[in-house]
T-cell receptor, first 113, second 114 residues
């Protein structure tokens, strides 16, 4: 399977703890996007990378959130001092380039207790 | 501010029937309109997409109708099957230079009864 992969698939943490998620895009896709999806809602854009450069961040991405794509391949999304409101599905998508189809991974479901 | 509004929130259709889901958008800079299908526990998967230079696009049993003046677009699923039971999201994005991030509607949960 050469699709977008995400790890872990599920994460349960206690409020105040830090968590980190990983996304491996489709090979040779230079754009990588992070979205957040809460129950019963559509995904909401968080941030995106063109290769290793983070080009845009949503206002949803508070200063407790940080994303990296150090070598222009995989990406990590870290949430510091988690809050119960951070509970959601975190989706990663990749595309070959600007204007190309975005392919989504299976997501990481986060539950903050 | 919800830039893409989707209706209905849920839909029940008999096998063989037509499922129709509607979306309306506000941002006239949107120029790419995909539909995604999502099964429980899975990420969204692209179903079909349209650009505003055409009014209709058909792929198999799935058709997008697009009305630029009304800022509305819809998904029609012909001969609906139980395997089509999923949540459907419309989305929109602006030109490649603006990042292409997708703005999603709220979703429609479709159930096709056998």
């Amino acid at each position: 399977d050469t699709g977008v992969s995400q790890d872990p698939r599920h994460k349960i943490t206690k409020r105040g703890q830090n968590v980190t998620f990983r996304c491996d895009p489709i090979s040779e896709h230079n754009r990588l996007y992070w979205y957040r999806q809460t129950l019963g809602q559509g995904p909401e854009f968080l941030t995106y990378f063109q290769n290793e450069a983070q080009l845009e961040k949503s206002r949803l991405l508070s200063d407790r959130f940080s994303a990296e794509r150090p070598k222009g391949s995989f990406s990590t999304l870290e949430i510091q001092r988690t809050e119960q409101g951070d509970s959601a599905m975190y989706l990663c998508a990749s595309s070959r380039g600007a204007g190309e189809t975005q392919y989504f991974g299976p997501g990481t479901r986060l539950l903050v207790l | 501010q919800q830039q893409v509004k989707q209706s209905p929130q849920s839909l029940i259709v008999q096998k063989g029937g037509i499922s129709i889901i509607n979306c309306a958008y506000e941002n006239t800079a949107f120029d790419y309109f995909p539909w995604y299908q999502q099964f429980p526990g899975k990420g969204p998967a692209l179903l079909i997409a349209i650009r505003p230079d055409v009014s209709e696009k058909k792929e198999g049993r799935f058709t997008i109708s697009f009305n630029k003046s009304a800022k509305q677009f819809s998904l029609h699923i012909m001969d609906s099957q139980p395997g089509d039971s999923a949540t459907y999201f419309c989305a929109a994005s602006t030109s490649p230079g603006a990042g292409n991030m997708l703005t999603f509607g709220g979703g429609t949960r479709l159930m096709v009864k056998p």
